[in-house]
Structures are given as structure tokens and as C-alpha cells.
Nanobody, 124 residues
């Protein structure tokens, strides 16, 4: 089992920045690819960004490319999502997820473990 706990959400004005953190425990963190997803009521959980085991390879949804970065610190068992130039349409519950494996994984159904989610609200 892997336990994931997100933090860092809240209310921010459009154009502002926020950093989400996801702390993992329970298994060897460096064995898991990590992803950030987001969800608004009534819609599917959408990919935001993913990162491979070492942190050397990342992928971003087109909607956040150039504004968000994903990184990980395997020594701290933590993955981060730095969000800049936030827009009202970024408002959602953000989830981190873990998948055992050495690739990048782009769909939420592929992931084995999920955090509880953290709300990000961007006001216009």
C-alpha cells in the first residue's frame, strides 16, 4: 500500500501561483511513476502532468503546458506541482496518484493509488 497526502491547495487570484505537494509513504517512492490529475463536478478526472521514476521525463496536458511544472524529490518521498499564471478554468480538485512502473502513464485508470485531493480555486 502507498498512502498519498496532498497539500497546498486553496484560493488564489487569476495570474497567481500555487504549489501543491504530495507526500507518499508505505512503499519505495522511487519505484512509482507519479501523476497529477484534476476533476470538476460532473466531469471525468483529467490528466494534468505526469513524471517518471527519476524525474527526468515529464508530460503535461496542453491546457497547462508552459504554466505548470511537475517535479519530485525521491529523498523526501514527495512530488510537487508548481502552478503559475493560474486561470479560473484551473479551478478543480487536484489529486496525486502513484503507479508502479518505469514508464509515463497518462490515464487515471492506470494508477494504483490516490490521494484524497486538494481543492484549488482561482478567482477572476
Amino acid at each position: 500500500q502507498v498512502q498519498l497526502v496532498e497539500s497546498g491547495g486553496g484560493l488564489v487570484q487569476a495570474g497567481g501561483s500555487q504549489r501543491l505537494s504530495c507526500a507518499a509513504s508505505g512503499r519505495t517512492f522511487s519505484n512509482y511513476a507519479m501523476g497529477w490529475f484534476r476533476q470538476v463536478p460532473g466531469k471525468d478526472r483529467d490528466l494534468v502532468a505526469v513524471i517518471n521514476l527519476s524525474g527526468g521525463t515529464t508530460y503535461f496536458a496542453d491546457s497547462v503546458k508552459g504554466r505548470f511544472t511537475i517535479s519530485r524529490d525521491n529523498a523526501k518521498n514527495t512530488v510537487y506541482l508548481q502552478m503559475n499564471n493560474l486561470k479560473p478554468e484551473d479551478t478543480a480538485v487536484y489529486y496525486c496518484a502513484a503507479k508502479a512502473g518505469g514508464s509515463l502513464y497518462y490515464t487515471w485508470v492506470q494508477y494504483d493509488y490516490w490521494g484524497q485531493g486538494t481543492q484549488v480555486t482561482v478567482s477572476s
